[in-house]
């Protein structure tokens, strides 16, 4: 199998110390690993999603329990930041609009806000044709985790506002044009990069950045617990499988591709990268990958590799085109801003 793994001794610092960062979906998966990564660069950060401590029983979490936001505030403070949870349904716009009112009262304003809400992994149908699938589920999908970016950008922009080096994150998968296999995932997740592009038209006058970000073959627990292995002992997956390069009929979990996976951590490293380059402004509208930004900033995942899942891809399954300065030449300048070019100004 071909090894796309670099090795960098370069650690995170204390960069974001001061800053105030809201990561919107940070229960679990990519959503915990950029909490934790911007903790670790010394940062506020608001923890907010629906799994909370408090509907349970008081009691520890047991191996195997679903997460909760203060497991992942909790593990943000120990990072060397301060994890602040709050319980929100982000597709319910008084509970954003509330959320944003106490950022507002404690901090006066918003530094980085990260959209990743997204859940639809169980409302998901691979291998079947749009008019197929359950028409209620992907509308479903649609709702938790489009709606809820919109509403959540909206009422958090305006803390953003005046900000130095302010920045808003659209978690997506795939940093290409292609199609993604399933109408409604495909719809999620073009529309969080299109979601991206058209807020940076928006906000770029007001030097106020908002990219897109994607991340490989993420290593969430979801995944973790799929393969049965943990974050301590997934590359046993490696030793142990006979038939590595397979995947299933509606599943991509050949025991290669994972063996080139990212934990969380990685994207959550690509976000702190980015929010604090002083330089971020000449990215933004674009959607960007963790592997390229790793060789670019010079991160590392947890174990001190840089995967390369877009290498390792085309190296196995083929070459495939990513958004590109060519691809961006189509984008800008739209009629719009030729016709109304003051519409967003000062």
């Known amino acids: 199998m071909p090894s796309p793994l ?21 229960t679990r998966g990519a959503g915990r690993g950029i909490a934790i990564a911007l ?3 010394g940062a506020t950060v608001y923890c907010t999603g629906r799994s909370s401590r408090k509907d349970r029983p008081k009691r520890p979490l047991k191996p195997g ?28 716009p008084a509970e954003v609009k509330k959320l944003v009112a106490r950022i ?22 691979w291998s079947k044709p749009f008019w197929a699938v359950n028409l209620e589920n ?19 922009a305006p803390l953003m506002l005046g900000r130095k080096h302010a920045i808003i994150f659209e978690i997506t998968d795939g940093d290409a044009f292609y199609y993604r296999g399933n109408l409604f995932y495909d719809l999620v997740k073009i529309s969080v990069i299109r979601l991206a592009f058209a807020m940076s038209r928006e906000l770029h006058k007001r030097h106020i950045a908002s990219v897109a970000l994607t991340p490989g073959f993420l290593r969430s627990e979801r995944v973790l617990e799929y393969y049965k292995v943990t974050e301590a002992n997934w590359k046993d997956v490696g030793k142990r499988s006979k038939n590595k390069d397979e995947n299933s009929y509606e599943q991509n979990d050949a025991p290669s591709d994972f063996m080139i ?13 980015l929010a604090t380059d002083p330089h971020v402004m000449k990215k933004t ?4 990958s963790s592997w390229a930004l790793a060789r670019e900033y010079g991160f590392t995942d947890l174990d001190g590799t840089q995967p390369h899942w877009g290498n390792y891809a085309r190296q196995k399954y083929g070459k495939y085109k ?4 060519k691809f961006y030449s189509y984008w800008v300048p739209g009629l719009i801003e030729l016709v109304f070019p003051d519409w967003f100004g000062e």
Request: aromatic share 4%; with cysteine.
């Open 322 to 325: 990513i958004c590109d300065d």
């Open 6 to 26: 670099k090795k960098s001794p370069k650690s995170p610092s204390k960069s974001l110390r001061g800053k105030i960062a809201l990561v919107a979906g940070a």
């Open 285 to 288: 509208g674009r959607v960007f």
């Open 261 to 273: 996976s990212e934990s969380p951590r990685y994207i959550g490293r690509a976000v702190v990268a």
């Open 65 to 92: 329990q679903r997460e909760t936001i203060e497991e992942t505030a909790d593990l943000v403070t120990a990072a060397g930041g301060h994890g602040i949870a709050v319980k929100v349904d982000h597709e319910v």
């Open 104 to 125: 507002k009262r404690r901090h006066k304003s918003l530094d980085i806000l990260v959209n990743d809400v997204w859940g639809g992994d169980a409302l998901t149908e």
């Open 39 to 41: 903790g670790e660069a």
């Open 138 to 156: 992907g509308l479903h999908m649609l709702k938790q985790a489009v709606h809820s970016h919109v509403i959540t950008a909206h009422y958090a």
